[in-house]
């Protein structure tokens, strides 16, 4: 085995640690589907929320404000889903 190819491996392995096992560096994974449901719904809550205050009325776009605790909700549900206590 070349000096080369030991580093490149350790280096592999290294990086595999940090970002594929759980790592603290790479918290946020997009592979989570409680952090996928809680982007998309926030994202399209937001949509809809500026879309109803310019189009119907903004009394009746403040109907949707209350769903921003479920997708904070969602994305605590997540976080404990990838990083369990021990």
Do not use: T
Request: net charge positive; glycine share 6%; hydrophobic share 50%.
């Amino acid at each position: 085995m070349k000096c080369g190819s030991l580093r490149q491996e350790l280096l592999r392995e290294k990086y595999l640690q940090l970002f594929r096992g759980g790592g603290v560096y790479l918290s946020m994974k997009i592979e989570n589907r409680y952090y996928r449901i809680a982007a998309i719904g926030l994202v399209l809550n937001l949509l809809l929320q500026v879309i109803l205050f310019f189009a119907v009325d903004p009394y009746f776009a403040s109907i949707l404000s209350p769903l921003y605790s479920i997708w904070f909700i969602l994305f605590i549900v997540g976080w404990r889903n990838e990083h369990p206590r021990r």
